[in-house]
């Protein structure tokens, strides 16, 4: 029974930085992803990192910001975020990584991150 559980989310101002973890248990998936759905919206995709650890990030969102990395000894997957926006505010969920991940149907609770002007 795989387990993801999402911390490090909070309030910050615009321009902040947060940092995201995400621990894994119950398997270990090749490719792991953070993902985020904001009020309102559709969940979406923010940024995926493989074993290797060759990374991709949705380019309107995350790239530039964001850094995203792994400790596979830990099975832990991290989100750097830097120079936050208010339109970054969302619930930041992790998950592994496939072209199928809308179809997943487990995830955790996620972290909220808030971003005020």
């Known amino acids: 029974q795989v387990q993801l559980v999402e911390s490090g989310g909070g309030l910050v101002q615009a321009g902040g930085s947060l940092r995201l973890s995400c621990a894994a248990s119950g398997r270990t998936f090749s490719s792991m992803g953070w993902y985020r759905q904001a009020p309102g919206k559709e969940r979406e995709f923010v940024a995926a990192?493989?074993?290797?650890?060759?990374?991709?990030y949705d380019l309107h969102s995350a790239k530039g910001r964001f850094t995203i990395s792994r400790d596979i000894a830990k099975n832990t997957v991290y989100l750097q975020m830097n120079n936050l926006k208010p339109e970054d505010t969302a619930i930041y969920l992790c998950?592994?990584?496939?072209?199928?991940?809308?179809?997943?149907?487990?995830w955790g609770q996620g972290t909220q991150v808030t971003v005020s002007s």
């Open positions: 990192i493989t074993w290797s650890g060759s990374t991709t």
């Open positions: 998950n592994k990584y496939s072209s199928s991940w809308r179809s997943y149907d487990y």
